[in-house]
């Protein structure tokens, strides 16, 4: 079993910038891609970003590309969202996600172990 912990959410203005963290532990020998998620309130848990084991790889939904980028430190398992230019769009609960398979995957089935979410709220 792994567990996820996200923190870094919080309150900021449009245009503003907010990091947040995700780290492992329990069975953590083995590593992961990772991903980002996102829920607003009513809406479905969407794709945000993905970076692969090794990090030499990362994906971004259309809506945050150019703005938001997802480093990874292994040795310290861990899995960063660095988020510029925020807009009100950008307001959820966001998620982090290790993925069990190798090849990319943008959708919440393929990742099996999930954090507990922290809420980014951007005011406009």
């Known amino acids: 079993q792994v567990q996820l912990v996200e923190s870094g959410g919080g309150l900021v203005q449009a245009g503003g910038s907010l990091r947040l963290s995700c780290t492992a532990s329990?069975?953590?020998?083995?590593?992961?891609?990772m991903g980002w998620f996102r829920q607003a309130p009513g809406k479905e848990r969407e794709f945000v970003a993905r970076i692969s084991l090794s990090g030499g790889s990362t994906n971004y939904a259309d809506s945050v590309k150019g703005r938001f980028t997802i480093p990874r430190d292994n040795a310290e398992k861990s899995v960063f969202l660095q988020m510029n230019s925020l807009k009100a769009e950008d307001t959820a609960v966001y998620y982090c996600?290790?993925?069990?398979?190798?090849?990319?995957?943008?959708?919440?089935?393929?990742?099996?172990?999930w954090g507990q979410g922290t809420q980014v709220t951007v005011s406009s």
């Open positions: 996600a290790a993925q069990t398979g190798n090849s990319a995957s943008f959708s919440t089935t393929g990742y099996a172990y």
């Open positions: 329990g069975s953590t020998s083995r590593r992961y891609p």
